[in-house]
C-alpha cells in the first residue's frame, strides 16, 4: 500500500478564505478537514487556523509533504497575506510549495474550460482554454469579453457579476455555476502535482494579480502630474 503524506492548502484570494488539510496516499486525496475564514481579518487568523487545524489532526508543520496555495487572482491583500504566510512556514519548516490559479481551481471545479470572477469595476479575471493552446489568464472588460472570437461554449463562475457580465457579452455560452472554490479543492487539484515534484520557487514566487495596485496606477498618475514651481 502506498505510503500516505499530508498536504496543507491555503487559499486567501476571495471575500472569504480558508485553510484545509489533506492525506495523499497514492492518487486518493482525502480531505481531513477545511477551516472557514473571514475575507476582512486574514492576517488575524490565518496563522492561527493553521495551527489549530494541524493540531486537531495531529500532524506537525514538519510533518507535512509541502503546501499548495492559491496564490490570486482576487484580493491584493488577502494574496499577499497568503503568500507572505505560506513563504515563512515554507522556508522555516523546509517545504515545497505548489502555487495555483484561482480560475484553475473554479474551472477544475465546476468541470469547465473557461473560467470568470468578479474583479469589481465592471471587469472579470478570465481564464480562456483553446484547443492546442495552453490556458492563459486576463483582465477583461466589456469590450474584451465581446471582441473574443469564437465565444466560448461553457464557463465557470461562482459570482452574480460576473454572471451579468458574461450573459451580456456570450448570450449563447453555457454559464455553469459553482459554489467558490476553497483550499480543499485546491488540494484536490493539485496534492498529486506537488507529490509528483511539481515546485514553485519560494524566493521569487509573487502573486497572480492580473491587474496592478490603486497605489501602483494612482501613484504613477501623480507622479506624472506636474507639481506648482
Keep these: 500500500m502506498p505510503e500516505s503524506m499530508f498536504v496543507l492548502g491555503i487559499d486567501t484570494c ?3 478564505g480558508s485553510v484545509a488539510l489533506a492525506r ?3 492518487e486518493l486525496v482525502e480531505i481531513l478537514g477545511q477551516t472557514e475564514l473571514e475575507g476582512r481579518n486574514y492576517s488575524a487568523t490565518l496563522l492561527g487556523a493553521i495551527r489549530d487545524l494541524l493540531a486537531l489532526n495531529g500532524v506537525e508543520l514538519r510533518a507535512l509533504a509541502g503546501i ?5 487572482p482576487g484580493s491584493f491583500t488577502g494574496v499577499r497575506v497568503g503568500l507572505g504566510t505560506v513563504k515563512g512556514l515554507a522556508e522555516g519548516a523546509q517545504l515545497p510549495v505548489k502555487a495555483v490559479s484561482r480560475l484553475e481551481v473554479l474551472a477544475a471545479k465546476a468541470g469547465a474550460p473557461w473560467a470568470a470572477l468578479d474583479a469589481h469595476r465592471h471587469e472579470v479575471f478570465l481564464r480562456v482554454s483553446g484547443a492546442g493552446s495552453e490556458p492563459r489568464e486576463m483582465l477583461a472588460g466589456a469590450a474584451e469579453l ?3 472570437n469564437p465565444a466560448p461554449e461553457r464557463v ?7 454572471q451579468t457580465l458574461l450573459k451580456a457579452a456570450w448570450p449563447a455560452a453555457e454559464l455553469v455555476w459553482s459554489e ?3 483550499a480543499a479543492d485546491a488540494l484536490r487539484l493539485c496534492a498529486t502535482r506537488l507529490a509528483a515534484g511539481e515546485h514553485d520557487d519560494v524566493a521569487v514566487l509573487d502573486g497572480h494579480y492580473l491587474r496592478r495596485s490603486d497605489a501602483e496606477i494612482f501613484g504613477e498618475a501623480a507622479a506624472a502630474t506636474p507639481q506648482p514651481a
Excluded at 465557470?156 to 460576473?162: G, P, S, T
Aim: with cysteine.
Design 24 to 26: 495523499l496516499t497514492g
Design 146 to 148: 465581446a471582441g473574443v
Design 14 to 16: 476571495g471575500p472569504a
Design 68 to 72: 499548495v496555495v492559491v496564490y490570486g
Design 180 to 182: 467558490p472554490p476553497t
Design 156 to 162: 465557470a463562475l461562482c459570482d452574480e457579476a460576473a
